[in-house]
């Protein structure tokens, strides 16, 4: 039993998929190539299994002449969970730590890099406004969906999660009330405009675009752990080369500098959270 | 002639009342056990990755949280850390995601037991043991599809008889249902035929 059934579709699976990526690639100029293959392929599977395509090589024909369809898998083939506070302690310790590093600064500025749907930048935005030092910040908060960024500079959350969002703010070591920052109208929650103020919304891709500016903080959390190891280390040089020397990063708590062939270029900035210093 | 079988991995999916049973699963498994074992364990975002410590000093297996990019050994039995999806890639090495809710859980055993048996067709072992939720079953049964050798826990032995009864309805044909106690000694069985 050398090549049975069930090897055959797995190995053909794989070859639709990679025929996918390509046409992607080809067609819109999304590189998905470097992406972690098992959950590239479940939230392939998964558009499939919704759209009533038969195959996933049946899909390429849909997203080569149906823009809408494409729109729908890019939009599931970016993952998009995400909270106001999420890690409340990271939070504390960026509140704790970082902040006083930066009030040093006459000016700041800080990349908030595959933000998704905002909630780690209005998160970091409300920290810097009462830290008081959010006049003198330049924030940028990039993602390569636009649908995604649209939403973010809306600054709309549900009302479905403001308990927990609130209870992370106090975990987080909020200073005053959550409820400073927001204003809630039905069941929407309106983030206050003053926190957009200084944010700058932007298309940027990781994949395959580069360096923007220079920034004294670079925010990236859980978006590494989609990425193969390649890849990984192409936008660890990336952030390495946009921070300034003394600059921080950070990253999700699962995700790693080591073996990423920029680890020696940072001192380990806190003990218990994923921040670094660029030395 | 008797088909040779052999196994790469164990996958295991176990929500409440899964520290008491994973302690006497592993108790007896020999520290030389040849075959790398991955665990989802249910449990609350937040509290942290105790369970690899508590179950390092049962057994002489070494315990630990799965880290991203890790590929998966012998001796090792592999934690998912709470609040992460824990994927395992096509060339053996783990991946982490913080992808929507499966089955109302993160970790979700589904997602382990489907990527897992993508990665390891007939050479996995899948094992659903006590719980409380209905995860783990439709995985459990795509394991059977590729042609993994699926073991669940007598209900009647398990602290919550759902998740085990669960895995019993969807899985066509599982290939024993066994009482928690003697699990590890199959274990030990099914997985000397490799060494051998």
Known sequence: ?279 | MKKKRFFDCITIGVSSGGLNALMILFKDLPVDFSVPIVVVQHAKADSGDILAGLLNSKTELRVKTAEEKEELKAGFVYICPANYHLLIEENKTVSLSVEPLVNFARPSIDVLFETASLAYGSHLIGIVLTGASSDGAKGLAQIKNYGGYTIIQDPKTAYSSYMPDAAISACDNPDEILPLEDISARLVDLCRERSS
Request: hydrophobic share 40%; aromatic share 12%; glycine share 6%.
């Open chain 1, 1 to 279: 039993m050398n090549h049975t059934k069930r090897e055959t579709n797995v190995d053909n699976e794989n070859i639709e998929v990679n025929l996918l990526i390509e046409a992607i690639r080809l067609k819109y100029g999304y590189d998905f190539s470097g992406y972690s293959r098992a959950s590239l392929k479940r939230r392939i599977k998964k558009r499939l299994l919704d759209s009533g395509s038969l195959s996933i090589s049946g899909m390429i024909n849909n997203l080569l002449y149906e823009k809408d369809f494409f729109d729908q898998l890019l939009l599931d083939l970016s993952i998009n969970v995400t909270e106001m506070f999420r890690d409340p302690l990271f939070f504390k310790e960026i509140r704790d730590k970082v902040i006083p590093e930066l009030a040093k600064l006459s000016s700041v500025k800080i990349w908030h890099a595959g933000c998704s749907t905002g909630e780690e930048v209005y998160s970091m935005a409300i920290i810097l406004k009462e830290a008081g030092i959010y006049d003198k910040c330049q924030i940028f908060a990039t993602d390569f969906n636009q649908v995604v960024l649209e939403k973010a500079k809306q600054g709309v959350l549900s009302i479905v999660n403001l308990k927990q969002y609130t209870q992370n703010y106090q975990k987080s070591g909020g200073t005053g009330s959550f409820t400073d920052w927001y204003t809630a109208k039905y069941d929407l929650v309106k983030l206050k405009t003053t926190l957009r103020k200084n944010i700058m919304f932007a298309d940027h891709n990781l994949a395959t675009d580069g360096v923007f500016s220079e920034m004294d903080l670079v925010m990236c959390r859980n978006v590494l752990i989609y990425f193969d190891r390649p890849l990984q280390n192409r936008v660890f040089r990336l952030f390495t080369d946009s921070l300034t020397q003394d600059g921080f990063l950070t990253i999700g708590s699962k995700e790693s500098i080591h073996f990423s062939g920029i680890a020696d270029e940072y001192d380990q900035f806190s003990q218990t959270q994923k921040i670094f210093r660029k030395i």
